[in-house]
């Protein structure tokens, strides 16, 4: 079956470093992905939609300039937080899907998730 | 504004019964999507279902079907004859305008 692979799996560091956060399709070309963010009490938002070759585009509240996403290939997104601050600490899930837009009937296959901790 | 409720904090059924999660939304847009996404215990989230609004033909899959009724804005899920793997927090969601999530229900499968 469809694999995404999200790493790292886990990451701490100090407040104003910036982390990246790597998610690759491993058996399939993913021209859609999506990042999401789980906070603590189990509620999911989503982050942003990629589609490969193009910008992102971000859900309203989140900020651009804080999460860069690339999908510059159709194997891998990224997700950089920058200059990372405590309140930025989670859960970051990436998904990908095949093919574009709302109107697939193609799956959604998520990654493991990343934890992220900001000290 | 949009809205998504699972009123449904934590379910608990015992193997074998079937159980029915919630799913009520809110929304102005004429044209949305409703899905549905498992979380297991392991973390991972896993795709269920994806229905847009001009579709209210119910769904079944396997032991799980769901119900579409715009007239009462509701997308419920049920799980036939449950086990214990269906144990999980089950997430609706609703994409208009913006996407957002229910806050989840946490279905315990006791064998």
């Known amino acids: 079956g469809a694999v995404v692979s999200q790493h790292p799996s886990w990451v701490i560091c100090k407040s104003g470093t910036s982390v990246k956060i790597e998610c690759r399709s491993l058996?399939?070309?993913?021209?859609?992905m999506f990042w999401y963010r789980q906070f603590p009490k189990q509620s999911l938002m989503l982050m942003a939609t990629s589609n490969e070759g193009s910008k992102a585009t971000y859900e309203q509240g989140v900020e651009k300039d804080k999460f860069l996403i690339n999908h510059a290939s159709l194997t891998l997104s990224t997700l950089t937080v920058t200059s990372a601050h405590p309140e930025d600490s989670s859960f970051y899930i990436c998904?990908?899907?095949?093919?574009?837009?709302?109107?697939?009937?193609?799956?959604?296959?998520f990654g493991d998730g990343t934890r992220l901790s900001i000290l | 504004a949009q809205k998504v409720t699972q009123a449904q904090t934590e379910i608990s059924v015992v193997e074998k019964e079937d159980v029915t999660l919630d799913c009520v939304y809110e929304?102005?847009?004429?044209?949305?999507?409703l899905f549905w996404y498992k979380q297991p215990p392991s973390g991972e989230l896993v795709f269920l279902i994806r229905r847009n609004s001009f579709d209210e033909q119910n769904e079944i899959s396997g032991r799980y079907s769901w119900n579409f009724q715009k007239s009462t804005s509701s997308f419920n899920f049920t799980i036939t004859a449950s086990q214990v793997v269906d144990s999980a927090v089950y997430f609706c969601?609703?994409?208009?305008?913006?996407?957002?999530f229910g806050a989840g229900t946490r279905l315990f499968v006791k064998a």
């Open positions: 058996d399939f070309q993913a021209t859609t």
């Open positions: 998904s990908a899907r095949e093919t574009q837009g709302v109107l697939s009937n193609q799956p959604q296959h």
């Open positions: 969601a609703l994409k208009g305008f913006k996407t957002i």
């Open positions: 929304t102005r847009d004429t044209t949305y999507y």
